[in-house]
């Protein structure tokens, strides 16, 4: 039994804690490095490079590949089926088509970085022909198999829908406020 005639204290764990609240909230907003050298660089590793453009070829090319079988999967459809039928149809079309669209861009993501941080290497030199000579030997890797003309014509498809891109992202940075 207590009596209420002595004094308590209450424990307050924050009590030696004297940081100013501004110090928990208002963290840095520029990236924090551990070595000057990782600061320095301003674009990613070769490594980072193949895992994000591996990611995101095999993201977008699941997406898409899964739209194109959701809608094959549709047109299926038979006039006797039922509801159940219909659609394990439809996620039957769509797993499928969106696991092979994914693997065909998620390679070809795979080979664009690692050619890119290959050439990058080679030339010493960060610029837009890294990329160009990247999409052109992408291409041209990827439809090898096929036959000479075909990694031609692949490879100039690549080089050309790359430097699209790269002009269509330098003419955003140039005319576009952000």
């Not at 890797?141 to 014509?153: E, M, N, P």
């Amino acid at each position: 039994m207590s009596d209420p005639k002595t004094r308590t204290r209450t424990y307050d764990p924050y009590k030696d804690l004297d940081a100013p609240i501004r110090n928990l909230y208002h963290l840095p907003t520029s990236p924090e490095f551990l070595f000057v050298e990782e600061a320095r660089r301003k674009r990613r590793s070769w490594g980072e490079n193949l895992t994000f453009y591996t990611g995101c070829g095999y993201l977008a090319g699941a997406l898409g590949g899964g739209g194109s079988g959701l809608v094959e999967g549709v047109r299926a459809f038979e006039s006797g089926d039922t509801a159940k039928l219909r659609i394990n149809r439809v996620l039957n079309a769509a797993g499928h088509s969106g696991r092979v669209w994914g693997n065909r861009v998620g390679i070809l993501g795979l080979l664009y970085a690692g050619i890119e941080s290959g050439i990058e290497a080679a030339r010493d030199a960060d610029d837009v022909w890294n990329s160009v000579a990247a999409g052109l030997g992408t291409g041209a890797l990827y439809r090898a198999a096929r036959g000479v003309r075909s990694a031609a014509v692949a490879g100039a498809v690549g080089g050309v829908v790359v430097g699209m891109a790269v002009a269509g992202k330098q003419a955003l940075k140039r005319y576009v406020p952000i």
